[in-house]
């Protein structure tokens, strides 16, 4: 199924959560905000949190510097 990752269309497979799409991004253990259709989804949902076709899913994340 199709969903969009900040903007770009990313396929994603059916029944997929928020922490396997953290892991295909390379972002799993990442600090990050995760918002989907607008709504932030906390951390201590991300495994429970399905994704569906055509979801608009922004993710934030954190960059130390100084």
Known sequence: MQ???????????EG??????LMQLDMAGRR???EINREIVPRSA???RR???ADQVEI??????G
Not at 3 to 13: H, K, L
Not at 16 to 21: A, H, S
Not at 60 to 65: D, F, K, L, R, S
């Open 46 to 48: 991300y495994a429970t």
């Open 32 to 34: 990050c905000a995760l």
């Open 51 to 53: 994704l569906r076709s």
């Open 3 to 13: 969903i969009f990752v900040n903007g770009q269309a990313r396929d994603v497979s």
């Open 60 to 65: 934030i994340h954190a960059v130390g510097g």
């Open 16 to 21: 997929c959560n928020v922490t396997q799409l």
